[in-house]
């Protein structure tokens, strides 16, 4: 499997690190209550199909990525930076 | 009795002897009925095992078992067969000491050659601080009523004296025996516990994929099938792989995320293991079936999939982790390679519980854990459904330890399912 870092070019899988769901990004406020702080830290959509999730690019350019890709067929359809999402963490 | 009669070596025998004229198929292929007490999502081990506890152990009737394909067609006919008892945490390893008795006494129980077979497991450690670790890991062990020995470097030379025992970095020190752990025959497991099933009146009716879970008033009243509706009292779903899948059908979030597992057999050889070794300075385990083929494997490939298949980067760890501790493996070939989809939940431990809407329970997030827990797994599973109380063996596994942060962490990782 191989992503292309926005960045970088294709690049193989070995140089990027997962992390997880997209939810990662919508952290709750820090006085949220404790359910939200609950369904956020443990609780996953964990579809069979498309799916956003964030890798880092370790091995390369060292910023974090939202992969736009499907987890039954492994097809990558998206990957843009982090950085430059509307809202996203800097 | 339905059905397949008892088997015995006597039957064998009266069998030949009339030409093979009595035997019957193993379970019957019954058409769905409008409605049962227990419907049980999933005709993998673990679906299997509750059905046949709850007729055998439990004695309640009018029970089915759905299954999306065939009997068995899941993890439980895809892992690499091993049970053992060896945790450390006090959630885990009573349940599975419960579940190596269940297997010791599981083929008699359920009248089944399942070929269980004791051969031992050992898990090997390279450094002072790992020994000390299996140390105490042993004395969990031997605290909870299984067995453990820890055994020196000669010990363990005379077990495997091809093994690296002086690879520079990662010097084989000693390993944890576990002599009661070993393999089982894993597809004879789901077969064994259908055939119990059967016998016991439970329909199990394959391809019958649920496609939605019906409520009324927070009550859960059947499912939606390929098949059409069938109504129930109760509902539990074992269908680790696919638990978001289809707890999605009720809105339900869970701790879990889907992950690809890969395993490997090598062509066959002559008997060379005669246990199960893990390897302790690499993600690497091996043991050797009774058909000659080494059965080894390692990490899960690290990201959300349900695809079963797996990607070369774990392949090549695997392969480099066999190669730094058994160097001759290199000379054998790789006969086949596939992938399985494993429940990883946030803390590495499994949840047999109910949710929130009456009726309907839960049984998942086994990681790359479940074929070894098969038995108890079923049993607790069937007393959940049968008594609404949990198991004295699976009081841990509620849906409310990550909320009230009683996770159940062996590797304490934290709550990143793809570092379990």
């Known amino acids: 499997m191989r992503l292309t870092c926005p960045l970088c070019g294709p690049r193989d899988r070995r140089e990027f690190h997962y992390l997880g769901a997209e939810e990662y990004l919508r952290r709750p406020a820090a006085e949220a209550a404790s359910a939200a702080w609950d369904d956020y830290l443990h609780n996953r959509d964990n579809p069979a199909g498309e799916t956003r999730d964030l890798w880092y690019h370790e091995a390369g350019c060292g910023q974090w990525l939202l992969v736009t890709r499907d987890t039954v067929s492994h097809d990558i359809r998206k990957v843009e ?4 999402l509307k809202g996203g963490a800097k | 009795m339905f059905g397949s009669g008892h088997y015995s070596g006597f039957r064998v025998i009266k069998e030949a002897l009339t030409g093979h004229k009595g035997w019957r198929p193993a379970w019957r292929d019954p058409e769905p009925q409008k409605s049962y007490d227990f419907i049980i999502i999933g005709g993998g081990g673990h679906g299997l095992a509750t059905a046949y506890y709850l007729a055998k152990q439990f004695n309640q009737s009018r029970i089915a078992v759905l299954e999306k394909g065939y009997l068995g067609g899941g993890n439980v006919g895809r892992n690499t067969t091993i049970i053992r008892s060896n945790y450390l945490l006090d959630g885990n390893e009573p349940f599975y000491e419960f579940s190596l008795k ?11 050659n399942a070929m269980v077979s004791q051969r031992g497991i050992l898990n090997l450690y390279h450094t002072d601080a790992q020994r000390d670790a299996y140390t105490r890991r042993g004395n969990a062990m031997i605290l909870h009523g299984a067995d453990a020995d820890l055994l020196d470097r000669d010990q363990v030379r005379a077990m495997y004296p091809f093994l690296n025992f002086d690879n520079a970095r990662f010097p084989i020190k000693g390993g944890l025996a576990q002599r009661r752990g070993g393999t089982v025959r894993h597809d004879a497991v789901a077969w064994g516990y259908a055939r119990g099933a059967d016998q016991r009146g439970v329909d199990l009716i394959q391809n019958c994929e649920v496609t939605g879970i019906r409520t009324e008033n927070g009550r859960v009243t059947g499912v939606d099938t390929s098949r059409g509706f069938i109504g129930a009292k109760k509902v539990g779903v074992a269908v680790a792989g696919n638990s978001s899948r289809v707890m999605a059908h009720v809105g339900m979030r869970l701790p879990i995320e889907s992950h690809v597992l890969q395993a490997f057999v090598s062509e066959g050889l002559k008997p060379l293991i005669d246990g199960v070794i893990t390897y302790g300075a690499g993600h690497f385990y091996v043991s050797q079936s009774d058909k ?9 490939d690290g990201y959300n999939s349900y695809a079963q298949r797996g990607n070369m980067p774990v392949v090549e760890d695997v392969a480099e982790g066999g190669m730094s501790l058994m160097p001759m493996i290199g000379r054998a070939r790789l006969l086949r390679s596939w992938g399985g989809i494993m429940d990883m939940s946030m803390d590495g431990s499994p949840i047999i519980d109910r949710t929130d809407i009456d009726g309907l329970y839960f049984n998942g997030g086994w990681c790359y854990g479940g074929f070894k827990a098969t038995p108890a797994s079923g049993w607790c599973f069937a007393h959940l459904l049968a008594t609404d109380k949990p198991h004295e063996t699976a009081t841990a596994y509620r849906f409310d330890r990550f909320r009230k942060g009683l996770m159940i962490d062996e590797k304490g990782q934290g709550a990143q399912p793809n570092l379990h």
């Open chain 1, 81 to 84: 930076l982090v950085a430059t």
């Open chain 2, 102 to 112: 269940l297997w010791e006494g599981l083929e008699q129980d359920f009248n089944f």
């Open chain 2, 292 to 300: 000659g083929g080494l059965v080894f494997g390692g990490d899960i």
